[in-house]
């Protein structure tokens, strides 16, 4: 091997970043020790951007496209260098390519629920879930704050890590949205576009990322409060009482035997059995508001004999006189017979 030979194996000629992994956000190009020589070729594909960094300090930055490493076009490396004549010699300094592009799909949920004030059914914990857009859109941010010296960040760990502060400012807003429990699951497109001026200045001013779109798919509560959700509906499906037991009544009819004419008939039979209650108390009250009907009087002309026979003439007669022999007497005998019938009386009833 020649000295050239030897010269180009410790110089780098092109630093460029071949991504298909499709999940990597930043990555730093391996030098394996070598240096950058003057003239070398930056080539930056589409959705990338690469950053010089050099001591721990933010050098240039390009986006895509091919890029001669030369004085002109690397003016703060050059600062930073100290090169007073130009780019001459070769040099050392480390190339983060960071991904650009949308990542899509990323699922968030509410670890916890979250309490709401509801004015149907008062305070009720709910649970949300969905899924959310991002990308970087500020290169040193996103490398100084979250993926630092690493030299392979992941977009799972944005999932892993950051998520749950995305969760934190959308359980902020849903909670002082007060939008009611039953009007959620039309809103939520709206409540997604609502969030985002809320999330985007926190996210990308600590971040330097930034979400896209943010989807809510499903606003979730507890069994009980469904629960009183489906009887309600079920309620104002039925409709008027006595309409729904006469069709009840009809389909036990049609059906004959079997099953369904079984639970038909049950329920047949529990609704006639609310409408006849319904009748008995309907009864009841009518009885108590309407006055008490006078017995009618029973007229001599075919009915009970009003002592016309002489032995109910004679038996009158006898008691007259006794009381007339008591009076003069001074001797007052309560009548217990007063509203009685006589003992010849009912005999001429039963003959």
Same mark, same amino acid.
């Given at each position: 091997?020649?000295?050239?030979?030897? %010269?180009?194996?410790?110089?780098?000629?092109?630093?460029?970043?071949?991504?298909?992994?499709?999940?990597?956000?930043?990555?730093?190009?391996?030098?394996?020790?070598?240096?950058?020589?003057?003239?070398?070729?930056?080539?930056?594909?589409?959705?990338?951007?690469?950053?010089?960094?050099?001591? #721990?300090?933010?050098?240039?930055?390009?986006?895509?496209?091919?890029?001669?490493?030369?004085?002109?076009?690397?003016?703060? %490396?050059?600062?930073?260098?100290?090169?007073?004549?130009?780019?001459?010699?070769?040099?050392?300094?480390?190339?983060?390519?960071?991904?650009?592009?949308?990542?899509?799909?990323?699922?968030?949920?509410?670890?916890?629920?979250?309490?709401?004030?509801?004015?149907?059914?008062?305070?009720?914990?709910?649970?949300?879930?969905?899924?959310?857009?991002?990308?970087?859109?500020?290169?040193?941010?996103?490398?100084?704050?979250?993926?630092?010296?690493?030299?392979?960040?992941?977009?799972?760990?944005?999932?892993?890590?950051?998520?749950?502060?995305?969760? &934190?400012?959308?359980?902020?807003?849903?909670? &002082?949205?007060?939008?009611?429990?039953?009007?959620?699951?039309?809103?939520?497109?709206?409540? #997604?576009?609502?969030?985002?001026?809320?999330?985007?200045?926190?996210?990308?001013?600590?971040?330097?990322?930034?979400?896209?779109?943010?989807?809510?798919?499903?606003?979730?509560?507890?069994?009980?409060?469904?629960?009183?959700?489906?009887?309600?509906?079920?309620?104002?499906?039925?409709?008027?009482?006595?309409?729904?037991?006469?069709?009840?009544?009809?389909?036990?009819?049609?059906?004959?035997?079997?099953?369904?004419?079984?639970?038909? &008939?049950?329920?047949?039979?529990?609704?006639?059995?609310?409408?006849?209650?319904?009748?008995?108390?309907?009864?009841?009250?009518?009885?108590?508001?309407?006055?008490?009907?006078?017995?009618?009087?029973?007229?001599?002309?075919? #009915?009970?004999?009003?002592?016309?026979?002489?032995?109910?003439?004679?038996?009158?007669?006898?008691?007259?006189?006794?009381?007339? #022999?008591?009076?003069?007497?001074?001797?007052?005998?309560?009548?217990?017979?007063?509203?009685?019938?006589?003992?010849?009386?009912?005999?001429?009833?039963?003959?």
């Amino acid at each position: 091997m020649g000295l050239l030979d030897y %010269l180009k194996t410790q110089f780098l000629e092109i630093i460029q970043w071949q991504d298909d992994s499709r999940d990597t956000i930043s990555w730093r190009f391996p030098d394996e020790d070598k240096e950058i020589k003057r003239g070398a070729q930056l080539i930056v594909r589409e959705s990338q951007t690469a950053q010089f960094i050099y001591l #721990g300090q933010f050098g240039d930055t390009f986006g895509p496209g091919k890029h001669y490493l030369t004085t002109d076009n690397i003016p703060i %490396l050059a600062t930073l260098k100290g090169w007073k004549y130009g780019f001459e010699s070769p040099f050392k300094a480390d190339v983060y390519f960071v991904n650009t592009r949308l990542f899509t799909g990323n699922k968030w949920g509410t670890a916890n629920p979250v309490m709401l004030r509801d004015a149907d059914f008062g305070i009720v914990r709910a649970r949300a879930y969905g899924i959310y857009d991002f990308k970087v859109v500020d290169v040193k941010t996103f490398l100084k704050e979250v993926a630092g010296t690493d030299d392979h960040f992941p977009a799972r760990r944005i999932r892993r890590h950051h998520a749950p502060r995305i969760v &934190s400012v959308f359980t902020d807003a849903l909670a &002082s949205a007060k939008v009611p429990v039953l009007d959620v699951a039309s809103r939520y497109q709206e409540l #997604g576009e609502a969030l985002l001026p809320l999330i985007n200045p926190a996210v990308t001013s600590k971040y330097g990322i930034e979400i896209s779109s943010f989807i809510v798919e499903n606003v979730s509560l507890p069994q009980e409060v469904e629960q009183a959700i489906d009887k309600r509906s079920s309620m104002a499906a039925v409709g008027n009482l006595n309409d729904y037991v006469k069709f009840q009544m009809a389909e036990g009819m049609t059906k004959g035997g079997g099953e369904g004419a079984g639970m038909a &008939s049950t329920a047949a039979g529990l609704g006639a059995g609310l409408a006849m209650g319904q009748q008995m108390m309907n009864a009841m009250s009518a009885q108590q508001t309407t006055p008490a009907a006078v017995p009618p009087v029973i007229s001599s002309a075919g #009915g009970i004999p009003n002592c016309l026979n002489e032995r109910c003439r004679e038996s009158s007669r006898r008691k007259r006189s006794r009381r007339a #022999g008591n009076a003069e007497n001074g001797v007052s005998k309560p009548e217990t017979n007063v509203g009685r019938i006589s003992k010849s009386a009912r005999r001429v009833m039963k003959s």
